[in-house]
């Protein structure tokens, strides 16, 4: 056969393989959405879960990933963008700084359910907390850190020089230039990478399992106490999240209309994650928009 | 308005030190930040291994018959704890994966960098960030309703085997094999392809001859990436492989592999007891071949040419 040919060949096959992926995630979101979102109703997001009988909802597990998601964030967001910054403008070129980019990709190539073994290890039982929010979140921010100081490091490095040069220049010291200067023009990113790695804490639940727990106690919304033990905003409460709550209805559970909470809760769980990727984008774009002069 | 009353000498000293402090307190913070990166890093790595050593140190367990060893028994009569079977499956599925996911992802990078770059890349870029946003379980949620029965209809089998959990793990490492292939391939030096070109090759002769042979530490690096995602994935694959303990003898069989057992038994063990040590112990094993791949990744990435 000519060589024409073989590339035509070859250029079908690519196309079909192209092809195969899209229809590969068409297929994954259509089952998802055609059969979650029938179930999700807002009584299926505001009835809490059964662990025997059939038709209950969701309502605390959502609640507790964004909860347990925000907590997580309170922890990453100064961490990462502090050893971002170190990163980008303290770090000189020596072992140690080798030493932490290392240190960078272990933490980032872990399987999560090594981080949560870490986590049952150290934030359940040295600490003694038991399975509890702050211990879910504190694996998580191990999980995330990476993430988040990749994200700063590399927003950091795309401000140009002269912008700094220049604060340097007038006379300003470096952590003032930093603060001032740096950080303000690389936000936009920051925040897109941030905003993008809560859509990832959203739908981890292996990190979990061993930290957070598979249960929730009876919550009372009315309760604002946070250290009450039935109050939602509790940090040392178990708390079973949205994504653990689909791994334990399929694996361990016992309610009758598995399939369906499952269904549902799939649904819920990569909207969420959707609309964070979609947010990500947005208010990234808007920012930037608003603090420069560009259209 | 206390300012005021201060000398304008005094106002700029003061200002001087406030600013003096206010490099160090930022100083502090970041290298703060740097060093409890470190030391996570460094307390897991001791925990972890502390604590998977116990099972050979404290309780006694012969090292290499707990890696070699077919017999998983642990509430026997006489326990016996050989953890090949897992050893082996988490294998795999890496490797199985691996080859389903190599071939599709870098000809799905050659089609948006080679083929089509200007729509291709549009359509494909979104697609794969999509696909890296459906979260593991979700993943393993339709693997196992949509898959398993699947599979048990039409192949064979009970549905929940080896072959379903490679399925399901392609498919999550495929954006990852797919980005960083796609990252490989726009980097290479257009005169590549010009002068191939100029040679009178053809796209399919340029593509196998020279991109591909330019850009294939780099293609590997995204491959084995994709394995260690593979190797540690815990929840998607224990909802779809059947985790039983034989050994799988065909890829229809039920099989288990590290992260499943670890899933699946951590809760249930007492914690100190000989069967949940045994289970720290497979998640060192996870914790070495992390460090493996790395070194891996970091020796392909000495070997990059361009």
């Given at each position: 056969m000519s060589s024409k040919a073989w590339d035509k060949i070859a250029t079908s096959i690519f196309g079909a393989i192209a092809f195969l992926i899209v229809a590969i995630l068409i297929a994954l979101f259509g089952y998802i959405l055609t059969k979650g979102l029938p179930v999700v109703t807002w009584d299926f997001l505001t009835t809490p879960s059964s662990?025997?009988?059939?038709?209950?909802?969701i309502r605390d597990q959502l609640f507790n990933s964004f909860y347990v998601l925000f907590i997580t964030m309170i922890f990453t967001v100064p961490l990462g963008i502090g050893g971002g910054i170190y990163m980008a403008?303290?770090?000189?070129?020596?072992k140690l700084t080798g030493f932490i980019r290392t240190c960078i990709e272990v933490l980032a190539s872990l399987p999560s359910i090594v981080i949560g073994m870490f986590g049952l290890l150290v934030f359940v039982n040295l600490t003694g907390w038991g399975y509890s929010i702050i211990g879910g979140a504190l694996a998580l921010t191990v999980f995330n850190l990476p993430v988040m100081v990749r994200v700063t490091e590399d927003a950091l490095r795309t401000v140009p020089r002269d912008q700094k040069e220049a604060s340097l220049a007038l006379g300003m010291t470096k952590w003032h230039t930093i603060k001032t200067i740096l950080v303000p023009i690389a936000f936009p990113s920051i925040l897109t990478g941030a905003i993008l790695a809560s859509g990832r804490v959203f739908g981890e639940a292996a990190a979990l399992?061993?930290?957070?727990?598979l249960s929730t106690p009876?919550?009372?919304?009315?309760?604002?106490?946070?250290?009450?033990?039935?109050?939602?905003?509790?940090?040392?409460r178990p708390a079973e999240t949205l994504a653990v709550h689909i791994w334990s209805v399929n694996t361990q559970g016992i309610i009758p209309d598995v399939e369906q909470v499952a269904n549902g809760a799939s649904a819920v769980l990569v909207i969420s994650v959707l609309l964070f990727n979609l947010a990500a984008r947005g208010i990234g774009a808007l920012i930037f928009k608003k603090m420069t002069a560009s259209k | 308005m206390k300012n005021k009353e201060l000398s304008a000498q005094d106002r700029l000293i003061l200002s001087k030190k406030n600013r003096r402090l206010d490099e160090v307190r930022g100083k502090i913070y970041v290298t703060a930040a740097a060093l409890i990166m470190i030391s996570a890093t460094i307390a897991i790595t001791i925990f972890l291994g502390s604590k998977g050593m116990q099972s050979f140190?404290?309780?006694?367990?012969?090292i290499f018959e707990f890696i070699t060893s077919t017999d998983w028994n642990p509430?026997?009569?006489?326990p016996s704890f050989g953890a090949f079977p897992f050893i082996f499956g988490s294998f795999a599925v890496t490797f199985l994966s691996a080859l389903i996911a190599a071939p599709l992802g870098i000809g799905a990078a050659i089609f948006m960098?080679?083929?089509?770059?200007s729509w291709g890349r549009k359509i494909l870029q979104p697609v794969i960030e999509l696909l890296v946003g459906i979260p593991s379980v979700v993943y393993g949620f339709i693997g196992l309703t949509v898959l398993v029965p699947f599979l048990r209809d039409n192949?064979?089998?009970?549905?929940?085997?080896l072959l379903a959990g490679t399925i399901v793990l392609s498919i999550m490492i495929l954006p990852t094999v797919i980005s960083i292939s796609t990252d490989a391939l726009a980097s290479l030096p257009n005169n590549l392809r010009e002068g191939s070109y100029a040679l009178g090759a053809t796209r399919w002769q340029t593509i196998r001859k020279v991109l591909l042979k330019a850009a294939m530490p780099s293609l590997l690096t995204a491959v084995v990436l994709g394995m260690a995602r593979a190797f540690g994935e815990a929840l998607a694959v224990q909802m779809v492989?059947?985790?039983?303990r034989e050994l799988p003898s065909s890829i229809l069989d039920a099989s288990a592999t590290l992260t499943t057992i670890i899933t699946l038994n951590m809760g249930h063990t007492t914690y100190g007891s000989l069967e949940n040590n045994t289970l720290w112990s497979m998640g060192l094993i996870l914790l070495v071949m992390s460090f493996a791949f790395i070194l891996f990744i970091r020796y392909l990435s000495s070997r990059r040419k361009i």
């Open positions: 662990t025997v009988r059939a038709g209950g909802g403008e303290y770090a000189k070129d020596t399992l061993f930290t957070a727990g009876r919550l009372d919304y009315a309760n604002w106490n946070p250290f009450a033990d039935n109050s939602p905003l509790n940090v040392f | 140190i404290t309780n006694g367990l012969n509430v026997g009569e006489n960098t080679e083929i089509a770059p192949i064979g089998g009970i549905g929940f085997s492989i059947g985790n039983v």
